[in-house]
């Protein structure tokens, strides 16, 4: 088992930035590829960015292509969504979630049916 928990949502104006994190424990944290996602009211859940285990792959939507930034920090067992130029449209719950390396790839890493562990997610609201 991999328990999840984000933090750092709140409210922020439109342009402004928001740092979430999620703390992992149980398994080892290197074994899992790291994603967010987000879900807005009465929209489905969208995938939001990827990190392979190792840091060395990122995989972004278009929507926050060059405004986010996901990393990690396999020592601390965290991992980091660096959110700028925040826009009313971003605001949503954010969950993150872990995916085991073995079914991690650049066809996989979207799909939030094949992670294993999510988190119960952080609210992010932006004022316009």
């Known amino acids: 088992q991999v328990q999840l928990v984000e933090s750092g949502g709140g409210l922020v104006q439109a342009g402004g930035s928001l740092r979430l994190s999620c703390a992992a424990s149980g398994r080892t944290f290197s074994n899992y590829a790291m994603g967010w996602f987000r879900q807005a009211p009465g929209k489905e859940r969208e995938f939001v960015t990827t990190i392979s285990r190792s840091g060395s792959s990122t995989y972004y939507s278009n929507s926050v292509k060059g405004r986010f930034t996901i990393s990690r920090d396999n020592a601390k067992n965290t991992v980091y969504l660096q959110m700028n130029s925040l826009k009313p449209e971003d605001a949503a719950v954010y969950y993150c979630?872990?995916?085991?390396?073995?079914?991690?790839?650049?066809?996989?890493?979207?799909?939030?049916?094949?992670?294993?562990?999510w988190g119960k997610g952080t609210q992010v609201t932006v004022s316009s």
């Open positions: 979630a872990a995916m085991s390396w073995i079914h991690y790839s650049s066809s996989t890493y979207s799909a939030g049916a094949l992670y294993d562990y």
